[in-house]
């Protein structure tokens, strides 16, 4: 049974940075999309950043967050984290780490596998 969980969410302020984890288990597939969503209070849920490995490693980050968003990850812990700097107020969100057995995609529906979340504030 997959089973992914989040940490590392907390309240900073404006300009602060934060680094999420993700810890997976219970897949063996060989290829895989890994990635965050966020949802905010009265928004729908929307991809921040993914991630395909193996074997091209091609990652994906929306506009949003660009150059200030990070991947990096630990293979034997197999944790996934997203280092997020220059956090802004709209930053602010529930965070979501999901997964597919297969290429990457933006939509939400297409990801069968979610944790828990975990909550990001930045205020002001």
């Known amino acids: 049974q997959v089973q992914l969980r989040e940490s590392g969410g907390g309240s900073v302020q404006a300009g602060g940075s934060l680094k999420l984890s993700c810890t997976a288990s219970g897949y063996t597939s060989s290829r895989y999309c890994m990635g965050w969503f966020r949802q905010a209070p009265g928004k729908e849920r929307e991809w921040v950043a993914l991630?395909?490995?193996?074997?091209?490693?091609?990652?994906y980050y929306a506009d949003s967050v660009k150059g200030r968003f990070t991947f990096s990850r630990d293979n034997a812990k197999n944790t996934l984290y997203l280092e997020m700097n220059s956090l802004k107020p709209e930053d602010t969100a529930m965070y979501f780490c999901?997964?597919?057995?297969?290429?990457?995609?933006?939509?939400?529906?297409?990801?069968?596998?979610w944790g828990q979340g975990t909550l990001v504030t930045v205020s002001l």
């Open positions: 999901a997964v597919r057995m297969t290429a990457c995609s933006l939509k939400r529906d297409d990801f069968p596998y």
């Open positions: 991630i395909y490995q193996p074997p091209s490693g091609d990652t």
